[in-house]
């Protein structure tokens, strides 16, 4: 009769803590669409279309502040690394991961560090900018006139990996960067999918500490991450089918308007918070 007490009392405890978690959830259903959105553009991202994954965490801060919004999305995108690290584990660069990551663990500690006196808005604007810049290049400028393979410098690489880790803490934007580097090298379709997949997935890993020190990972905020991890893992496998399954030329060619998309996105974002509000 103790054991069963005790057993009645373990099952309403387990009640109790689950009423509680519900509470902690929010409960506005606009909230929960711009975050499936959000979940959905990252799994797609996290398969292989690494721009798209740069609408994510904007859809999230239209309901929510910025830096909460990149701290709901860091323990999704945890999980959809370990994902496409297994799917793209074959395939990658060495030194594009040497030169991107000895440049982002540099920017993670700088946005560390500056996160309270950075705005989010001219991060986005000079992202913007720059991507804008980097894809009109790429089409009509003398991008077209280069050789078909561009080998850049490792200084170039490092540069592009401070930023790529920099803009990465402070509003998970850091696809931008780290396609400028990479696009223009037309890696074998595969190799710039693992090699994204694996230079993300230490940033998103080393990007705990900073968050966990600023205070980010609030329990309702991981709630939420568990809630939507099943559509996370759905859309994240949904993207490896697709991106394994697709020419390589129209791969190439959907990054890139990707990219020009979010360019042109992050810097109307980007002008409406530093202008007009």
């Not at 975050?35 to 239209?62: D, H, N, Q, W, Y």
């Not at 490896?240 to 791969?251: D, G």
């Amino acid at each position: 009769m103790v054991a069963a007490a005790h057993a009645r009392g373990g099952v309403a405890l387990a009640a109790h803590d689950l009423y509680k978690a519900r509470r902690m959830l929010p409960l506005d259903p606009v909230f929960w669409l711009f975050a499936a959105a959000a979940v959905t553009c990252t799994g797609l991202a996290k398969g292989g279309f690494s721009g798209i994954g740069m609408a994510a965490t904007p859809f999230l801060a239209l309901v929510v502040p910025p830096l909460q919004a990149a701290a709901i999305m860091l323990p999704i995108l945890i999980m959809q690394d370990a994902i496409s690290l297994f799917a793209f584990r074959r395939e990658w660069d060495r030194w594009n991961l040497k030169v991107l990551i000895s440049g982002a663990l540099a920017g993670i500690a700088i946005a560390w560090a500056l996160a309270a006196y950075v705005s989010d808005a001219w991060v986005k604007l000079l992202i913007g900018a720059i991507t804008f810049v980097f894809v009109l290049n790429q089409w009509f400028g003398l991008a077209r006139k280069a050789a078909d393979t561009i080998k850049p410098s490792a200084a170039s690489g490092i540069f592009w990996g401070v930023l790529s880790g920099f803009t990465s803490t402070l509003a998970h934007a850091g696809g931008p960067p780290t396609s400028v580097h990479l696009l223009p090298q037309k890696l074998p379709k595969m190799v710039f999918v693992g090699t994204v997949t694996i230079f993300f997935a230490v940033v998103n890993a080393v990007k705990v500490v900073p968050f966990f020190f600023l205070g980010e990972f609030t329990k309702s905020a991981l709630l939420i991450s568990l809630a939507l991890m099943p559509l996370a893992i759905t859309t994240n496998l949904a993207g490896i089918w697709v991106v394994k399954r697709i020419p390589e030329v129209l791969f190439y060619r959907i990054a890139y308007f990707l990219m020009f998309l979010i360019s042109l996105g992050l810097i109307w974002q980007g002008s409406r918070s530093a202008f007009f509000s």
